[in-house]
């Protein structure tokens, strides 16, 4: 069995209690019978008013991020599943959610009521491309014997704590996203703006990775502080564990999103605990379909 845990957590932002707005993101975990892999999605649904479904298409973000990664760790051997992650992944991840998009949509066409609150140019703009009302960005990691990838579209943030209390960002800023910018899945050619890190494990992996919609960095003054909570919660977990943290974890998101960003913040932490941060061996065996099961399934409900 693997020693990695996690915690998840996701909250309604202040701002859209005040405004009426549901919990645009999503978290789903899902990790195989055995412990590995495990698998984190984190969707982020836009909040322009021309992305009125956004809370479904996070939904179905995540979703998709588990059934396709969790198909990408059934290939062969390592060298295969890196080909697959750099070369296949991000578009898989497209083509399948815009499928979900389509199927909705024939199932529940768009309404005048959520059409009529539309200018225009905006109108023009979803009845030209109707992905934009289901709008998400998409973060996932998978944690495997041998390897961890990282995968982000659009705004948001990994971060890595090691155990020595170093944090990283294993993937670059993406510096097109300014203030309220961002790629999406329902951008054109979206796969183009996936990022992608696969990491082979030679030594010792993270001791803790933090994955977060951007609610939560934007409550923070600078980079600084958002990484010294990322290394908080390695400090808490390690010395007093999980208990420290779980219970109170909702609570932190939202005081973070009522003194802070006032937007939806959903967090997901995988982490090991100190007496386990030892080195992880590769494994070339093959994973089975049946081996990925979902660990946790119940999305954040609306507040």
């Known amino acids: 069995m693997t020693d ?25 975990i899902a990790r195989a019978v055995n412990g590995l892999p495990l698998i984190v999605a984190l969707a982020d649904g836009h909040g322009s008013a021309k992305s009125f479904r956004s809370q479904h ?9 588990l059934k396709v990664c969790g ?7 390592l060298s295969q599943i890196k080909h697959g992650a750099e070369e296949k992944l991000p578009l898989e991840l497209v083509r399948h959610w815009r499928a979900q998009v389509d199927r909705s949509l024939q199932l529940q066409p768009f309404t005048l009521r959520e059409l009529e ?15 934009l009302a289901y709008g998400s960005t998409l973060l996932a990691v998978i944690v495997a014997p041998g390897f961890i990838l990282y995968l982000q579209l659009g705004d948001g943030d990994i971060l890595t704590v090691s ?22 899945l329902c951008s054109y050619k979206a796969w183009n703006d996936v990022q992608v890190r696969f990491q082979t494990l030679a030594g010792t ?15 923070y003054r600078n980079e ?18 999980e208990e420290a943290v779980r219970p109170h974890l909702r609570e932190w998101l939202n005081e973070a999103s ?3 960003s006032g937007d939806d913040i959903t967090t997901g932490i995988l982490w090991r605990s100190a007496t386990t941060a030892t080195h992880s061996k590769p494994d070339d065996q093959p994973f089975s379909n049946e081996r990925i099961a979902d660990e946790l399934v119940t999305l954040p409900s609306p507040r």
């Open 163 to 184: 155990a020595e209390g170093k944090v990283e960002r294993p993937l670059p800023r993406d510096e097109r996203l300014i203030a309220n910018e961002t790629t999406s």
């Open 57 to 65: 298409g996070a939904r179905s973000a995540v979703a998709v991020a």
């Open 117 to 131: 609150p539309l200018d225009a140019a905006a109108r023009r703009q979803v009845e030209a491309n109707p992905y």
């Open 224 to 241: 600084a502080d958002f990484r010294q909570v990322a290394r908080d919660y390695w400090t808490m977990l390690r010395d007093e564990g």
């Open 205 to 219: 992996p993270p001791a803790l990775i933090l994955t977060a919609t951007d609610g939560y960095a934007n409550a």
């Open 258 to 260: 009522q003194q802070g």
């Open 71 to 77: 198909r990408l760790c059934q290939l062969g051997n």
């Open 4 to 28: 990695w845990r996690t915690l998840r957590a996701s909250v309604r932002g202040a701002a859209h209690q005040r405004t009426g707005l549901p919990n645009q993101d999503a978290v789903r």
